[in-house]
């Protein structure tokens, strides 16, 4: 199911020729993610420097803190698909603003008083993750319905291509922040963000549809009773009636649902088994990266942000390279072509020294991030238009549960190994992996055809 297509006069859509540069509504939607990715990136940089300049943690700290942005996913991410499903997407990316807003202020006000904590910066990622695995679902979910089919292609490469530039400028002023002010100053700067993106969010006409919904009935393991109201209604939501056995129960079977369509698809399950094989490595590294920066080459906290910055050039590359690389090559082979050329660069990161050779660092960054920005805007237009809308967050959720739950995984396996062999050898490890991790395309259905399908068979 699509969403239908809105006339020009009431979403501010212009002709083809400007493209979704005269959508009002979508350019709040840009203007906030892009605003909120900013901040992001500038902590990326400043919460692992806080933790190693502030607090003075251990590379298996700091592994730690990496890994527990990320353990959400393993936690909430299936029941938060139910949930997206079920719920306005608006305001639930509003209220998951606010809340992150409030954690990272926390951070800045804690230093200030001299109680800042490895407990407290823990229990922010935490928190942050948290917010993260609702708002990034609720986030994919919503774009179909904010936009035509024909145009998800142009809003995805529009907002990981401003993505990626967010990153490219994030890492360097979270370094400059952290140089001028001490790193709890990006955290701060970081909240600010999650503001403009709610009052972005807030300014959007946009209302979904109003779509009926199948809920199983009490005690189904599959589909049942169609509920009578719309997405989000109190009238139709699952198990009611019925008490929270039941509604346990309908939570249980809608997972199912969701993780059955994912499971029994051969090109969602070969994406998501790659996915996760790719981000255990590439999160293994890059969880250690600015620890292998400052401690193995001993490059200072403004040169880091800088370093990462340049490293984060590749994505904007790689937004602008999806479309004509599967306009050209063909969506399939185009999404292979990415993976394959990309990864093998990572190989140069455990060969970076002090002086000219931090530039295999920076090299290694911006092919890798060519690869997976532009494979990124493949898959995610790929998996909104062919999954089936009902089912579209839980498949989301599922996919990114198999994903993101590696990155936890992998950010820890890195902290044992960076403590047990050294910062090195970990890298040569995981680099390693990133590349292996390529097969999983090849033996799935991917590689035999030029273009992913536009249905499922």
């Excluded at 990715?37 to 003075?56: E, R, W």
């Excluded at 608006?90 to 954690?103: E, Q």
């Excluded at 209604?233 to 199912?256: F, T």
Aim: aromatic letters at 6%; glycine letters at 14%.
């Amino acid at each position: 199911m699509t969403a239908p297509a809105t006339e020009a006069g009431q979403d501010g859509r212009g002709g083809r020729r400007t493209g979704l540069l005269r959508h009002r509504d979508f350019r709040l939607f840009w203007l906030g993610q892009t605003t909120s990715q900013f901040g992001s990136a500038i902590t990326t940089v400043a919460l692992p420097l806080v933790a190693v300049g502030v607090l003075n943690a251990s590379t298996l700290h700091v592994a730690l803190l990496h890994a527990a942005a990320w353990l959400p996913w393993l936690l909430l991410g299936l029941p938060a698909g139910v949930w997206v499903d079920r719920l306005p997407r608006r305001p639930l990316m509003i209220a998951c603003n606010v809340t992150a807003l409030v954690l990272f202020v926390s951070v800045p006000v804690a230093a200030g008083a001299g109680a800042l904590t490895l407990g407290h910066l823990l229990t922010v990622a935490l928190l942050a993750g948290a917010t993260a695995v609702f708002f990034d679902t609720a986030y994919q979910v919503y774009l179909p319905s904010l936009l035509r089919p024909d145009e998800l292609p142009e809003g995805n490469a529009k907002l990981h291509g401003s993505e990626a530039a967010a990153q490219v400028a994030g890492p360097g002023v979270g370094g400059l922040l952290a140089q001028l002010f001490g790193a709890v100053s990006g955290l701060f700067a970081d909240a600010v963000t999650f503001l403009i993106s709610a009052v972005c969010l807030i300014a959007v006409r946009h209302r979904e549809p109003a779509v009926a919904r199948q809920y199983p009935a009490s005690g189904a393991t599959g589909s049942g009773a169609t509920g009578s109201g719309p997405t989000g209604s109190a009238s139709g939501a699952p198990g009611s009636g019925s008490g929270a056995a039941g509604s346990r129960r309908a939570l249980r079977a809608e997972i199912g649902d969701g993780l059955r369509f994912l499971a029994g698809d051969p090109y969602l399950r070969s994406l998501a088994a790659f996915g996760a094989a790719a981000n255990l490595a590439l999160t293994g590294y890059q969880s250690l990266l600015i620890v292998f920066l400052v401690r193995e080459n001993g490059v200072a906290a403004g040169a880091v942000g800088g370093i990462v910055a340049l490293m984060s050039c590749g994505g904007l590359l790689g937004a602008f390279l999806a479309t004509p690389v599967a306009r050209r090559f063909g969506t399939a082979r185009g999404l292979l072509l990415c993976q394959l050329c990309a990864a093998p660069f990572a190989l140069l990161i455990p060969l970076a020294a002090p002086g000219p050779r931090l530039a295999l660092v920076v090299l290694a960054g911006v092919a890798v991030g060519t690869g997976v920005v532009a494979a990124n805007i493949i898959k995610d237009s790929f998996r909104q238009t062919y999954t089936p809308r009902p089912l579209l967050g839980r498949v989301i959720a599922g996919m990114q549960l198999v994903n993101y739950g590696a990155i936890p995984l992998g950010a820890l396996l890195a902290g044992l190994l960076g403590t047990a062999l050294g910062l090195r050898p970990t890298l040569w490890i995981m680099t390693g992996g990133l590349v292996l991790s390529t097969g999983i395309l090849l033996t799935g259905p991917i590689s035999r055809h030029r273009d992913l399908p536009a249905h499922p068979a």
